[in-house]
């Protein structure tokens, strides 16, 4: 997928339809696995950082970078990766 779609993907899915999600974590690290031969997630008190979001996305169907934003995982500018609070 494009990485530029992807980002405005992401960034215009609504939070509300998060609400009744669960295991949003483990369901966006099990979605970058199939992308990933070693997802090594990194965590602080409240974000969790994984995989290299432009090598990741290139790879993935919209269907998947749209169930990633659902789940509440997003582009982290900063440190250019998939990240969740």
Do not use: R
Request: some cysteine.
């Amino acid at each position: 997928m494009d990485i530029d779609k992807a980002k405005e993907i992401i960034e215009k899915m609504d939070i509300s339809s998060m609400i009744g999600e669960k295991n949003t974590v483990m369901h966006g690290l099990q979605i970058l696995a199939k992308y990933e031969e070693n997802v090594m997630p990194q965590f602080d008190h409240d974000i969790i950082w994984a995989s290299d979001f432009d090598k990741t996305v290139m790879q993935m169907p919209e269907e998947d970078v749209l169930q990633m934003a659902k789940l509440g995982w997003y582009y982290d500018t900063e440190n250019d990766c998939w990240a969740h609070c």
